[in-house]
Each structure stands twice: as structure tokens, then as C-alpha cells.
């Protein structure tokens, strides 16, 4: 008798697992499929990565002020719609009350018609909101806290001319140009102005409502780096941001002394809403991502991020900085056929980026329509504000962490990239996913074969749930639109399939 050797291959497995520990690591947009680690986010929003754990996202609540200056957790909100059919603009309004000693912090808004109207910051009224006198004959082009006379102002710049609004007075000044931009700096006065964006436009006379012509003085510049779009004073100089770069612009002792050092041309273009002063830095966008300016060089930040920040359509973002943080909100293509929040009609903004301005940690609020944030610090208070399209046309928000655009839940998840799970070509079989999580939430696993979603209800104790889930490249989420949420250390167990 012949006994042949046996060649048929027979299957063996080994049992693996992966703990998503990597969230205390946040989310690298930047990377290819093929070289991430399996447990690294590739897109996250609407959460916040705290402490190794995914827990309770960005939101907004109704502007909350507090009714005493020595009671500051008391407060209340404004019913806006009451008398506003549309906020289109917020800025801030400061004066010094010299029979109280202190300063008076008041919110101002415009409407569709460009009627002007404002609230305190410390309110002992009960949530009244009033109007102002003047009606602005289009939408401001600039608004800045000013003095004159020594008196506190806020300045509305438009086409038209100036507006002046004090505690006590009210003027219009059309001889004013519409500026976008301007500072003060060493008794000059610089700006900007709306008809001609190449020229630098200035005078000793502080006193904006005597302005005269024949008493300023302009400067153009016909280069290669575009049209002026905003002044900043910073680090003892003035720069004049552009299109495509940085000015310096250092004064000296006469009138018309001054220097001018182009700093930086970029081959991107600089979005004017994006500009912004952060402690010792100051932050923008162009198309090519985020960067930061320290007074002599230019860096490219947060490029991790970049598949976030590269090519975003910034032609209407609004930013601020606020305890550490640099805020914008903007337009960003998720490009993953899900429509969250506003997106599920038409909208002009649709995420608002969260950046620590020392390690670049990064939260992402997707689906809110902003149309102006604003960043409120003063004695009493520290919070970001914004104004709204659509849907909370008539509303302010405060940013909380509460997972909620006022009364509607956020809709919340993290995704890994695509992943053979350290065993390329080789076949895998999920068999169980192992979770901590205090508030229901959702995992989907999807692989080159299915795909697979399982529901787990809130709970303080560990939950171990089978699955059965085949393929050689497997791509995690984890999303809930439960109001809180909070998932640690998720753990999927599998199987490689071993030939013998």
C-alpha cells in the first residue's frame, strides 16, 4: 500500500486585539491609509478627546448675562426675535461711568436694515433690548472701540460715511471714508479704505470726526503681494497684512518718518476674517493650511490637520482668540455623504475649529451656520459669542461643552483610517468588541466585505458584546446622537487567519 503526503491547507487563527487608547492622541487628518496605525482617527467631530476618553463636544447655549456685577451667577438671556428679524452683525461697545467708577460693557447688533441695537453685558433689566437712535445707510464695512475728546466711541465706518455713538451723544460724519481696517499707533491714525485697497491712507489727527483730506496722507504700494486687507498693531510696529504677504511698517519721529519691510509673500492667498492676534503670535488661513506670525517670520502650524485646513472655502469665515484658543469658523467639504446639523440645507458656514495656540490640539464643531463669532473678555465675563444664518437668524450663542446647538442634540463621531490591522492580505474576523461607555453610542466596523453597526446603551460597568464581522482591511466608528457622551478605551478583538 502507498500512503501520499496530505497537502490540503488547513485553517488556524490567533486571536489579537486592539485598544483605541490613541485617543488621547486626537485626530491625523494628514496621513495615507496605508501607513496609519490601526487605532489613529483620521476624522473626528463634535467630541472632545479628554483624558484618553471621547466625551462631550463643542455646542451653543442662548447669551447668558448675569443681572449684578456682584452676583455673577445669576443671570439671564434676551428674547432677540422679539424685536429683531435678523442679526447680521455683533460687536462690543465699551464706556467709562464715572459716577459708578467702573466701565459698562454693552453688545451691539445690526439687523437686515442695518438698524443698530444693544444690550449690557450686566443686565438689571430683565433682558430689554434697545434700539439705537441712528439707521445706518448700509452694512458696515469696519466698527472699532475708539476715544475722542476724551470720551469712549465705537466707530461704524460705511460707504456712506462714519457714525459716532457715545454714551451720551450720536453723530454722523460723511466726510469720513469707509474704511475695512485702521489703528492707532504712535499719535498716527493708518488705515485702510474700502475704493482703494492700495493705498495706505493716514494722519496725526486722532480726532476721526475732523477728518480732512487735505490733513491725511497716503502711501500706495503696486507690487505683487495684492491688495491691503488688514492692519494689526503688534509687538510695537503696525502690519499691514495682504493678499500675498506681511508688511512691516516702523515710525519714527516726524509725520511722515516711517520704514516699510515686506516680511513675507506667500504664495497662497491670506484671508482678511482669518487674521487674527493671539497672545505673542498672530494666526491665519490660506488655502494651504494654518499659520502663525511672530512679528519677523511666518510658520506653517497644525499641518497634521492639514486635510481639514487646505483648500477651505475662507471667503466667509469670521475668527477670534479667546483663554488660549484661536477660533474660526468656515466652510470645509467632510466628503463623506453625511449631512449634519445646517448642512442639510443651504448654508454658508458649517464648522467652527477649535485650536490651542500652544500644542495645536484641535476640536471640530461640525454643522452650525456661523455668520460672525466674538470673542467677550472682561471683568465679569470670558465667553465666545456668535451670530447666526438660518435656522438662528435671531439668536446669539455662547459656546459651551454641552453637545448642543441650543435645543438640538449634535450629531457626534470619530472615524480610524482604513486598516489591515497590522496583517496585510491576510483574512480577519472581528469577534468581539469590548466598550466603557456612560451614554448610549454606536460602533460601525466596516470592512472590504460588509459592513456592520451595533448599538450599546449607557452604562458605568464594562459591556462585552460578539460580533461577526469578515475581511482583510476593516475601517472603525464610533458616533451617538445622544446629547452627552463619554467612551473609554474600546477594545475590538479578532482573529488572523493563519494557512497551514
Known amino acids: 500500500m502507498i500512503f501520499y503526503k496530505n497537502i490540503k491547507k488547513h485553517k488556524k487563527t490567533s486571536q489579537k486585539d486592539i485598544v483605541f487608547s490613541i485617543f488621547a492622541n486626537g485626530v491625523v487628518s494628514n496621513q495615507d491609509d496605508l501607513v496609519s496605525k490601526p487605532n489613529e482617527c483620521k476624522e473626528y467631530y463634535n467630541l472632545t478627546v479628554n483624558d484618553g476618553a471621547l466625551k462631550t463636544g463643542l455646542g451653543f447655549r442662548d447669551l447668558q448675562v448675569p443681572a449684578s456685577a456682584d452676583d455673577l451667577e445669576n443671570c439671564h438671556g434676551y428674547n432677540f426675535a422679539e424685536k429683531i428679524d435678523e442679526i447680521d452683525g455683533i460687536w462690543l461697545d465699551r464706556w467709562y461711568n464715572s459716577d459708578i467708577e467702573a466701565y459698562v460693557y454693552n453688545l451691539l447688533m445690526i439687523d437686515s436694515?442695518?438698524?443698530?441695537?444693544?444690550?449690557?453685558?450686566?443686565?438689571?433689566?430683565?433682558?430689554?433690548?434697545?434700539?439705537?437712535?441712528?439707521?445706518?445707510?448700509?452694512?458696515?464695512?469696519?466698527q472699532c472701540q475708539y476715544r475722542i475728546e476724551n470720551t469712549d466711541c465705537t466707530l461704524f465706518f460705511t460707504e456712506e460715511g462714519m457714525l459716532y455713538t457715545a454714551a451720551y451723544g450720536e453723530g454722523f460724519y460723511p466726510d469720513v471714508p469707509a474704511l475695512i481696517s485702521g489703528v492707532v499707533h504712535y499719535d498716527n491714525f493708518?488705515?485702510?479704505?474700502?475704493?482703494?485697497?492700495?493705498?495706505?491712507?493716514?494722519?496725526?489727527?486722532?480726532?476721526?470726526?475732523?477728518?480732512?483730506?487735505?490733513?491725511?496722507?497716503?502711501?500706495?504700494?503696486?507690487?505683487?503681494?495684492?491688495?491691503?486687507?488688514?492692519?494689526?498693531?503688534?509687538?510695537?510696529?503696525?502690519?499691514?497684512?495682504?493678499?500675498?504677504?506681511?508688511?512691516?511698517?516702523?515710525?519714527?519721529?516726524?509725520?511722515?518718518?516711517?520704514?516699510?519691510?515686506?516680511?513675507?509673500?506667500?504664495?497662497?492667498?491670506?484671508?482678511?476674517?482669518?487674521?487674527?492676534?493671539c497672545g505673542d503670535k498672530v494666526f491665519f488661513?490660506?488655502?494651504?493650511?494654518?499659520?502663525?506670525?511672530?512679528?519677523?517670520?511666518?510658520?506653517?502650524?497644525?499641518?497634521?490637520?492639514?486635510?481639514?485646513?487646505?483648500?477651505?472655502?475662507?471667503?466667509?469665515?469670521?475668527?477670534?482668540?479667546?483663554?488660549?484658543?484661536?477660533?474660526?469658523a468656515t466652510k470645509h467639504n467632510f466628503s463623506d455623504d453625511q449631512q449634519i446639523g445646517c448642512e442639510e440645507s443651504n448654508f454658508v458656514n458649517n464648522v467652527l475649529f477649535e485650536i490651542d495656540i500652544d500644542n495645536f490640539s484641535l476640536n471640530v464643531y461640525r454643522g452650525v451656520d456661523i455668520r460672525k463669532i466674538l470673542a467677550v473678555d472682561n471683568p465679569y465675563m470670558s465667553k465666545l459669542c456668535a451670530c447666526f444664518y438660518n435656522n438662528y437668524k435671531q439668536q446669539?450663542?455662547?459656546?459651551?461643552?454641552?453637545?448642543?446647538?441650543?435645543?438640538?442634540?449634535?450629531?457626534?463621531?470619530?472615524?480610524?483610517?482604513?486598516?489591515?490591522?497590522?496583517?496585510?492580505?491576510?483574512?480577519?474576523?472581528?469577534?468581539?468588541?469590548?466598550?466603557?461607555?456612560?451614554?448610549?453610542?454606536?460602533?460601525?466596523i466596516k470592512s472590504d466585505e460588509e459592513t456592520k453597526v451595533y448599538s450599546f446603551s449607557g452604562s458605568d460597568k464594562e459591556q462585552r458584546l460578539p460580533v461577526c464581522v469578515y475581511g482583510k482591511n476593516f475601517q472603525f466608528s464610533f458616533f451617538t446622537d445622544a446629547e452627552k457622551c463619554e467612551i473609554c478605551k474600546p477594545m475590538i478583538v479578532f482573529d488572523v487567519v493563519l494557512w497551514l
Not at 229 to 240: Q, R, S
Not at 408 to 433: A, H, P, R, V
Open 285 to 328: 488661513m490660506t488655502r494651504d493650511g494654518l499659520y502663525t506670525f511672530n512679528g519677523n517670520t511666518v510658520s506653517k502650524v497644525a499641518e497634521q490637520y492639514d486635510d481639514y485646513f487646505k483648500n477651505l472655502d475662507n471667503s466667509n469665515c469670521s475668527s477670534a482668540c479667546l483663554n488660549g484658543k484661536y477660533y474660526i
Open 396 to 444: 446669539i450663542g455662547e459656546l459651551t461643552i454641552d453637545g448642543k446647538t441650543f435645543t438640538n442634540n449634535n450629531e457626534k463621531k470619530w472615524k480610524s483610517f482604513e486598516t489591515d490591522l497590522g496583517y496585510k492580505s491576510k483574512e480577519k474576523k472581528i469577534k468581539e468588541i469590548i466598550i466603557n461607555t456612560l451614554y448610549d453610542c454606536n460602533v460601525e
Open 190 to 277: 493708518f488705515g485702510i479704505t474700502n475704493t482703494n485697497r492700495n493705498t495706505l491712507i493716514y494722519t496725526t489727527n486722532l480726532n476721526l470726526k475732523e477728518w480732512s483730506d487735505e490733513e491725511s496722507s497716503a502711501i500706495e504700494f503696486l507690487d505683487n503681494r495684492g491688495s491691503f486687507t488688514k492692519l494689526v498693531a503688534f509687538n510695537d510696529y503696525v502690519y499691514l497684512f495682504r493678499e500675498y504677504g506681511i508688511t512691516k511698517i516702523s515710525i519714527y519721529t516726524s509725520k511722515d518718518d516711517f520704514s516699510f519691510t515686506h516680511l513675507y509673500t506667500s504664495s497662497s492667498k491670506i484671508y482678511e476674517n482669518s487674521v487674527c492676534v
Open 113 to 142: 436694515t442695518n438698524y443698530l441695537w444693544g444690550v449690557p453685558m450686566i443686565d438689571e433689566y430683565e433682558g430689554i433690548v434697545w434700539s439705537k437712535s441712528n439707521k445706518l445707510s448700509s452694512y458696515p464695512t469696519f
